[in-house]
């Protein structure tokens, strides 16, 4: 019996000696796994900082979304949007401010496939019921259609049903109302943002994700771009060119002079701009009622059309002034993802089932995780080579984390 209890002594002695051991590795693991996994991330932020992108405290380049399809409907993705948000605010300590407009695309008139009200219907919800005013607002576009000054463009909002809450034309009458953000980048020293969007430290950026013909992709970053660039900016990105009198189309009206605030308009037997006073705000194409003030040239439609990816560092470039010293949020809708933009004013085939909807604080890692999720289907869009440049000059990364939130998934309060 001696014999027997010294051996079951023995056996006790050898499995506590084992589990001792695997429960000092297994913790030993996890400290290493820890560490390295913090070492990484540190590394990582070091290598952003070294690379000019280390994002300010309110960015943050983890992704939130839910997934959608072609039978989802418009009161499920209401509630979709308005869960992403209470989540990402509540998950990332976000204080809203009293005051925070809807950066939205009105969709031209013509056009199908543009993000219609009822789909921020809960957003707004979410924000009123918090006490928290609203108000959608949008500039207006270079180039003719129903959208070209505050007037024409209203109606079009009115159109379009957006009426659940004011709407606000941010670059003024004609689009000649701007503010110049000083950046000193490769392309601008300065960019024309309307001048109303840039009262606002905090805007929420609804964006629809899908094809562009020139940038490849339309997402956070063309809204921030186009989107929020007055007439100037807009035809500063488009063509790089100042606009010309048409002599012989010129009424004498003298509407371009009295729109223009830098007195480079002569009227006359000869009318002409002089370029050298000229800012390229675009006014005066925007008011002539004949059609005599123009951009179009050869040398406009080159540059428009070969320069892509200048274009494309020109929209990262004016993405970033209007991205700058802001605690936006953005919020992407990858549905009825069409190969043209919502200033097309034509109905458009979608190329692929809806996917979902994104949101985070960083514009380039929202509209990365959107352009994945288009590639993982099927679809790889042009236009890439805003990623690299837009990281370069610090808006945000494109080495998002992805986080999928169930439409289901109750917030935690904190």
Excluded: W
């Amino acid at each position: 019996m001696a014999g027997i209890s010294i051996r079951l002594y023995i056996i006790r002695k050898k499995v506590f000696c084992i589990t001792q051991s695997v429960i000092c590795i297994t913790v030993f693991s996890l400290l290493y796994v820890n560490n390295n996994l913090h070492h990484s991330e540190k590394t990582k932020q070091n290598n952003f900082k070294k690379r000019g992108l280390f994002m300010s405290d309110h960015k943050s380049r983890e992704v939130y979304f839910t997934g959608i399809n072609r039978e989802t409907t418009a009161e499920e993705i209401q509630h979709i949007t308005r869960n992403l948000l209470e989540h990402y605010i509540n998950d990332k300590n976000i204080k809203l401010d009293r005051k925070v407009p809807l950066k939205v695309h009105f969709g031209e008139k013509g056009n199908h496939s543009y993000i219609k009200q009822e789909n921020y219907e809960g957003i707004i919800d979410y924000l009123e019921e918090n006490g928290i005013e609203t108000f959608y607002i949008e500039t207006s576009v270079m180039y003719g259609g129903q959208r070209h000054n505050r007037k024409l463009h209203m109606k079009t909002a009115e159109e379009h049903g957006f009426n659940r809450v004011p709407v606000v034309i941010a670059d003024g009458e004609h689009g000649e109302n701007f503010k110049e953000i000083e950046i000193n980048k490769k392309h601008y020293k300065s960019c024309k943002i309307a001048r109303d969007l840039t009262g606002y430290d905090q805007v929420i950026v609804l964006s629809h994700f899908k094809g562009h013909m020139l940038a490849g992709f339309g997402g956070a970053l063309k809204q921030l771009s186009m989107g929020y660039a007055s007439k100037g900016g807009k035809l500063a990105m488009h063509m790089g060119i100042k606009p010309r009198i048409i002599s012989r189309k010129c009424r004498k009206c003298n509407l371009c002079k009295t729109r223009c605030n830098e007195d480079a308009i002569t009227i006359g037997d000869k009318s002409y701009i002089d370029h050298d006073k000229c800012v390229g705000c675009g006014a005066c194409v925007s008011i002539c009622p004949h059609k005599a003030v123009t951009i179009i040239s050869l040398k406009a439609i080159a540059n428009m059309l070969t320069g892509g990816r200048v274009f494309r560092e020109k929209l990262a470039e004016y993405a970033y002034a209007s991205d700058k010293d802001r605690k936006n949020l953005y919020i992407n809708f990858a549905m009825t993802i069409t190969a043209g933009c919502d200033c097309e004013p034509r109905k458009m085939k979608p190329l692929m089932d809806d996917i979902g909807v994104f949101i985070s604080t960083d514009p380039v890692a929202v509209d990365k995780a959107c352009y994945d999720a288009v590639k993982e289907k099927g679809k790889k869009f042009k236009g890439t080579e805003i990623f690299p440049y837009a990281e370069k000059i610090g808006i945000g990364s494109a080495d998002y984390i992805l986080t999928e939130i169930k439409k289901d998934d109750k917030v935690l309060q904190k």
